[in-house]
């Protein structure tokens, strides 16, 4: 549970690892020193019983493409569009390592979703139910993506036949698909559960600690977007916007650019695509 000074913050479960038996939050980077966005590795085990469970929130555009959905948003751009994140999961939760800005983290497998809606003839007490009603009967558009996270996709596609489609429209067929991963899912971790490895997927986040990201945000920006685009820290670097062209009050600095490279385990030479994949993702970049 969230105190009145923290935050829950969805996380890509992409991790540093740092030879000392921690992880970096790659998508956390710039938010606190890297000392501080650290987790315990390896991950917890999911208990045997662990329930598995169907969650969903509407969330904005820029969350959607943090989660790692943009292609859901480019789709048939709208700016009255209606977004969702879910997830069917079943989860293991432990406190955050003492002295860092994370006071719990919750690790996991999950089938993580979108769907994204535009048109819709019901604006109030909008569910998912009610979203796809709307899209199988009223003509409103709709389109769905979903990513499997902590299981080898390719052994649970094949015992879990609901997930062979994870592209497509949100209708009322799709709704009741969820119902039957949720079971199948579940026999699934239940059957498999010491094979699983489950990855890091939200933490929360203790707001008081936080190292003033508006005013680093410059420096994480550049060094986010350098890794996104395919260029070396100091290509990078050598981009920085001159002080005429940032906010007052604000510069960048090459030991946070640095520390972006470093958090996504970027060398001298340019980044990889997952990497660069890693970057696009990374909560804070945007602020």
Do not use: H
């Not at 996270?149 to 390719?154: L, N, P, Q, S, V």
């Not at 707001?207 to 820290?233: C, D, F, H, I, R």
């Not at 340019?270 to 660069?276: E, I, L, M």
């Amino acid at each position: 549970m969230t105190t009145t000074n923290s935050a829950i913050v969805p996380v890509s479960p992409n991790l540093i690892n740092n030879n000392q038996g921690q992880g970096i939050i790659a998508s956390l980077a710039g938010l606190a020193p890297m000392s501080q966005v650290l987790v315990d590795l390896p991950a917890p085990q999911l208990p045997q019983n662990a329930p598995v469970r169907l969650v969903s929130q509407f969330a904005s555009a820029s969350a959607v493409i943090d989660a790692g959905f943009g292609g859901v948003v480019k789709f048939n751009a709208d700016a009255s569009a209606t977004y969702v994140l879910g997830d069917i999961r079943a989860i293991v939760q432990r406190p955050g390592r003492t002295g860092g800005i994370i006071l719990s983290e919750t690790w996991g497998i999950s089938y993580r979703f979108t769907l994204k809606a535009w048109k819709l003839k019901t604006t109030t007490n909008m569910t998912l139910a009610t979203i796809a009603a709307d899209c199988t009967v009223s003509g409103s558009g709709s389109a769905f993506q979903a990513s499997v996270i902590g299981i080898d996709a390719a052994a649970l596609l094949r015992e879990v036949p609901g997930l062979t489609t994870v592209m497509g429209p949100f209708d009322m067929d799709k709704y009741q698909e969820l119902g039957m991963v949720q079971t199948q899912l579940g026999e699934y971790i239940q059957d498999n559960v010491a094979a699983l490895r489950p990855q890091l997927l939200e933490v929360e986040v203790d707001l008081s600690k936080v190292t003033a990201p508006y005013a680093n945000s410059p420096s994480t920006l550049l060094g986010m977007s350098g890794v996104q685009n395919g260029k070396t820290e100091q290509q990078a670097w050598a981009k920085r916007p001159t002080p005429d062209k940032l906010p007052a009050g604000m510069s960048v600095d090459e030991a946070l650019v640095k520390d972006m490279y470093y958090a996504l385990g970027v060398d001298d030479s340019q980044p990889t695509s997952s990497q660069k994949a890693a970057a696009a993702k990374s909560t804070f970049r945007g602020e």
